[in-house]
């Protein structure tokens, strides 16, 4: 039947004086207006979709990611609407069937061209490391939320290769004040706050960022929100929808209120709205479901990334997680055993390879060190790539590589022994250690924790890589 159909009656019998029934021939042939009908799938669509999805008959899609935004490297993942399982977005937002961790982390890395204003993020970055280290910054977290004079006198940033200067002192205010007042300004010297108010907020003191060239400089905010940024677009290509715009991040249980403020800022100006915001130990724990274990109170979080060591004490009851104390080493990390592997592959006693540039030789000692926690021994390589005859090679152990950085090995004992001493807690009443950060993968690093906590295995079946996004993600609705 055509649908015009339905509007047509029977013709009654002529004379029969039976009044007609049947609709004018102007009638029949009228039809609803584009316009009506356009304004009728607008009004009743959005009625139809409200009602299927309160009957979660309607698809779903996400709009809550987690991410750590770490040191080195940053992880995103979701949580499945449907499904309610956790799913890391790779790096790049294209789906693949690798397998590992690699195409999960974003590099924490920003190059500038100050030239073109042009920006790289992530491995982008990475590649302009060694040919402009001074407009190419990292470890910005080290940084966000700290004064100028802070970082100034913190001998453990001297190190890095580009330059600190201070930042806009107006904008860092806002920072700290907005939890209390929600004073804010984004536009650097364009705040309206009052000089007062002003001088009580730092008395004058400047944030500290990275100075690009003479006029240049680059809040850790602002490298943060790049980092952001590349993740959120990948999170829009993986889904294929811009529906994501709301985020529970993770920060180290350490952070003050500017630390954390600034934070939040990164997000807010990468055009993500933080919904909550969890400590990152805590985001572990919580991807272990450990909250939930009526027998687990007491939790230890050993965090060992690639920049610091963090070593967080919990207390979990009837699903609630906090954070008692915390220790570390903020100078330990991944990159401190790149180092020492890089003196054991050029130490000529050894037959060490002199032939390679000092970027080639730190990517060797990292790929080393991270087949030796998998392997006994290896052989590594370097040359000039065009004549055979300049390649040289040489043989790495496992054994030699822990005891040529035993030192450092060691000293990622001590905060543990710190932390329990100055809660007067024995290692009987830790319930579960969790590990967190790449370095954790190192064999000597799990079987020394082991030994600590007599024979009890810390746990890893989560990838530490990717525990804490994991937490924060599963935090979601």
């Known amino acids: 039947m055509k649908s015009h159909d339905l509007f047509t009656t029977h013709q009654p019998t002529r004379n029969t004086g039976t009044p007609s029934l049947s609709m004018s021939k102007s009638a029949t042939s009228s039809s609803i207006s584009p316009a009506t009908f356009i304004f009728s799938l607008v009004i009743i669509l959005p009625c139809l979709a409200a009602v299927l999805a309160a009957y979660g008959l309607a698809p779903q899609r996400a709009d809550t990611i987690g991410v750590d935004l770490g040191t080195t490297f940053s992880v995103v993942a979701y949580k499945d ?9 790779p790096s790049d937002g294209k789906a693949t069937s690798k397998t590992g961790t690699s195409h999960f982390l974003t590099p924490s890395v920003v190059a500038a061209h100050v030239s073109n204003q042009n ?12 040919s402009s280290p001074k407009t190419t910054v990292y470890n910005a977290k080290r940084l966000i939320g700290r004064t100028y004079d802070d970082v100034s006198s913190d001998t453990s940033l001297a190190s890095m290769p580009f330059d600190f200067g201070p930042v806009d002192t107006h904008a860092y205010c806002a920072y700290l004040l907005l939890p209390l007042k929600r004073w804010r300004c984004f536009l650097p010297g364009k705040c309206t706050l009052e000089q007062s108010s002003y001088d009580a907020c730092l008395g004058k003191k400047s944030v500290a960022g990275f100075v690009l060239d003479s006029s240049t400089t680059m809040s850790p905010v602002q490298v943060a929100a790049h980092v952001v940024r590349s993740m959120s677009r990948a999170v829009d290509t993986f889904l294929g929808h811009k529906n994501a715009r709301k985020a529970i ?24 709205r933080v919904v909550n915001m969890l400590e990152e130990p805590t ?10 274990q009526p027998h687990v109170h007491n939790v230890l979080v050993y965090d060992f990334g690639g920049g610091t060591l963090d070593v967080s004490l919990l207390w979990m009851h009837v699903g609630s997680v906090q954070v008692i104390g915390t220790d570390g080493d903020s100078n330990l990390g991944g990159s401190d055993f790149d180092k020492c592997m890089v003196r054991i592959i050029s130490n000529e006693k050894n037959g060490g390879l002199d032939q390679c540039s000092e970027s080639k030789m730190r990517k060797i000692a990292e790929d080393a060190k991270k087949e030796l926690s998998s392997r006994d021994s290896m052989i590594v390589s370097c040359g000039d790539g065009i004549h055979l005859s300049s390649l040289q090679k040489m043989e790495v152990t496992r054994l030699t590589f822990e005891k040529e950085c035993d030192e450092l090995f060691q000293r990622g004992i001590v905060p543990v022994e710190r932390l329990l001493e100055n809660h007067n807690m024995l290692k009987s009443e830790i319930d579960e250690v969790v590990l967190v950060g790449g370095t954790t993968r190192i064999p000597r690093v799990k079987e020394m924790l082991k030994v600590f906590f007599n024979g009890r295995a810390p746990k890893d079946d989560i990838d530490p890589d990717l525990a804490v996004a994991y937490g924060a993600a599963m935090f979601s609705a």
Not at 81 to 89: G, S, Y
Not at 119 to 130: D, F, I, N, S, T
Not at 283 to 292: D, E, F, S, T, V
Request: glycine share 6%; net charge positive; hydrophobic share 55%.
């Open 81 to 89: 609407p449907m499904t309610k399982k956790i799913i890391m977005v």
């Open 119 to 130: 920006v790289l993020v992530g491995r982008k970055a990475m590649e302009h490391l060694q």
């Open 249 to 272: 991040i993770a920060v180290p249980a350490q952070f003050n209120a500017a630390q954390r403020e600034a934070t939040a800022e990164a997000f807010r100006s990468a055009g993500i």
């Open 283 to 292: 985001a572990a724990a919580i991807a272990y479901g450990l909250q939930n």
